[in-house]
Each structure stands twice: as structure tokens, then as C-alpha cells.
């Protein structure tokens, strides 16, 4: 896979930029089908950034319902990547 592919996006919520600024920690939607060292290398190689840590987790799609048609949306995988203490990324 092409780091592109691996790293979707970034997820700018309220928690995240809170964890920005605590923690040093980013979260990012990513493939999922990506581990945990493709997803550190793709992230030191777009943002020029040293990785201490990453962890992941799956998430479920949630329950809709159109009329009387019933599904669920997309599952997805999201990824918290912990940079070393002199890294910052500029999106958050």
C-alpha cells in the first residue's frame, strides 16, 4: 500500500485537539487493513515526524434506518499516533 492509502485523514475533533496539546498524541482514520509499523511509517514520512507510538482500534458502523429499510454505516479504523516530545504536526 502507498502511505497515501494508508493514512485517510486526520480526525480535527475537540478531543483530538485536546490530546494534541496534552499529550502530543494525534488521531488519524486510516486503512483498515494497516498496522501498526505501516502506519508509523507512513506518518513519519508525510509529516517529517518521529513516532513513539501508535495505537489503533476498529469501530463499528452505527445503526441507521430510512423508512423501513435498515442498515448500518461504514466501519472504520482509527489510529492514535504518539510523537516524541520535540515533534509537532500543524493541523490541530
Known amino acids: ?9 486526520p480526525l480535527v475533533t475537540e478531543q483530538g485537539t485536546h490530546q494534541a496539546q496534552t499529550l502530543n498524541a494525534y488521531p488519524f482514520q486510516v486503512h483498515p487493513k494497516a498496522n501498526k509499523i505501516e502506519i508509523k511509517q507512513a506518518i513519519e514520512k508525510i509529516y517529517n515526524v518521529k513516532v513513539r507510538e501508535v495505537r489503533t482500534a ?5 445503526p441507521r434506518r430510512r423508512g423501513y429499510v435498515r442498515s448500518t454505516t461504514a466501519g472504520w479504523k482509527k489510529a492514535v499516533v504518539v510523537l516524541h516530545e520535540q515533534y509537532h504536526i500543524d493541523l490541530f
Request: proline share 0%; glycine share 8%.
Open 1 to 9: 500500500m502507498d502511505k497515501y492509502q494508508i493514512v485517510i485523514r
Open 58 to 62: 476498529n469501530r463499528k458502523g452505527k
